[in-house]
């Protein structure tokens, strides 16, 4: 008996469907940056293969911005600066580079996330792909407010870890900061990671109040809009 042939039209229609539902891409590119990060987080080298996976995410977050209302050419401006700066900040640059670079990636994610609400909210009802754009949102905060964490502990090394007893100051690492994000926001509460200074600890207090108010009025309004099967 012949066997059949080995084929690539599954995996041609697998890509083929991110044109139907593009908020899919972004959310597995999410995914799969939070799977990479920790290979790549600890060392200079690291650290330079983590800001190349930010880039990523923040390239596609960009593309999904040309897919919504909004103009996508701010949130290309916005991402091109944000690299330039941070780029030249792990390259040797002043700490104003790199507190730079992370406030303008910081906007750059949160630019993406309004314009997916936008996206989201423009119709009376809730599509396939605006499901898929409501999960992405969600992590473009928590990268966005991740970033936010990362330019307040250049600004003040002291934010997220006090000083050692010998006089030391240790610092969070990206996936520390983005850990906290991540349970800041979704109000769980689980992390061990925790704002020190004022500053910081009013940060966390407006990232709380951001991911509420994003599950109990964008998520809630869309679950509203589902319209349910015809039997």
Known sequence: MKLPSPTISPFLHFLASFKRTPSRALLLVQFLSLLLYPLADGSPAGQIATSMISVGVLGVAVWMVHQSPRDGWVATLLAVVSIGLWCGYRFGGGVGLGV??????????????????????????????????????????????????????????????????????????????????GTNFSATGLSDITPVTPFARMLCIIGQWNGVMYLAIVVARLAGMLKPRKG
């Not at 499901?131 to 936010?148: G, P, R």
């Not at 330019?151 to 983005?178: I, M, N, Y």
């Open 100 to 181: 730079g670079g992370s406030f303008f990636y910081a906007a750059t994610y949160f630019y993406a996330a309004y314009s997916l609400i936008t996206y989201m909210m423009q119709d009376e009802h809730t599509t396939l792909d605006e499901l898929w754009a409501a999960a992405a949102t969600f992590m473009l905060f928590v990268e966005a407010y991740a970033w936010l964490f990362m330019g307040t502990q250049l600004l003040q090394p002291s934010s997220f870890t006090p000083v050692a007893l010998d006089g030391s100051q240790p610092v969070r690492t990206w996936v520390e900061l983005l850990f906290l994000s």
